[in-house]
């Protein structure tokens, strides 16, 4: 079981971004992925997650105007679409899963047993 996080990069203030999580070892048909940041000094919150079984999504408020997540394009992958990209958002962006989790809302609530490496979110301008 494998995750991998990709499409970090330097942004300017108000662009947009997506951020692809590649799964291996597994089928996205059950249990929940999630995204999670951690900026420096801060702790690793929850910022969006997906159950796979039925595509139930869970953000936490602070991200329910700006964040997306949803199942991407390339096979076994989950996106997370961040628009209108501001100072407070620069972190490493990790995904997460629990293959016994299968609830958006709960795996956001509780730390996944399975990481990703992170990448590297950056807004400069």
């Known amino acids: 079981v494998q995750l991998q996080a990709s499409g970090g990069g330097s942004v300017q203030p108000g662009e947009s971004l997506t951020l692809s999580c590649a799964a291996s070892g597994f089928t996205l048909n059950r249990p929940a992925i999630g995204w999670f940041r951690q900026a420096p000094g801060k702790e690793r919150e929850a910022v969006a997650c997906?159950?796979?079984?039925?595509?139930?999504?869970y953000y936490p408020d602070f991200a329910k105007d700006r964040f997306t997540v949803s199942r991407g394009k390339a096979k076994n992958t989950i996106d997370l679409r961040i628009d209108n990209l501001t100072p407070e958002d620069p972190a490493v962006y990790y995904c997460?899963?629990?293959?016994?989790?299968?609830?958006?809302?709960?795996?956001?609530?509780?730390?996944?047993?399975?990481w990703g490496q992170g990448t590297q979110v950056t807004v400069s301008s």
């Open positions: 997906l159950s796979t079984n039925n595509d139930i999504t």
């Open positions: 997460g899963t629990d293959l016994g989790q299968a609830s958006s809302y709960a795996l956001c609530h509780r730390r996944p047993t399975t």
